[in-house]
């Protein structure tokens, strides 16, 4: 029965975003609409990456030495030079495990 349900609440999850996709073109929609829809990605990709950087496992605010703040930065900085997703993710990944193996260790 419970694979039942998860099967089931998995096919409902995506037909109702499938069917938003399918039945939605883009000549449906207006150039304002298209112009607010650009920055959703901006949005949320901060929603999601600042809990991981500034909550720790207990739900606290980290100290203002924790690597993960410093290789924000540093993935901030590149960022802002380069406008690449990839150099950007890239930067903070190697600067974070730098940080952690070999200066915070």
Do not use: C, Q
């Not at 909550?55 to 540093?74: L, S």
């Amino acid at each position: 029965m419970t694979w039942l349900s998860i099967i089931i609440a998995g096919l409902l999850t995506y037909f109702t975003r499938m069917a938003m996709i399918a039945l939605v073109g883009r000549e449906m929609l207006s150039e304002r609409v298209k112009e607010v829809l650009a920055y959703v990605p901006s949005a949320v990709f901060p929603a999601i990456i600042f809990p991981a950087i500034f909550i720790n496992d207990y739900g606290t605010f980290v100290e203002i030495h924790d690597p993960k703040i410093f290789a924000a930065i540093i993935a901030i900085i590149v960022g802002f030079f380069s406008k690449s997703i990839i150099s950007t993710i890239l930067s903070g990944l190697f600067s974070y495990w730098i940080l952690v193996f070999f200066i915070f260790n």
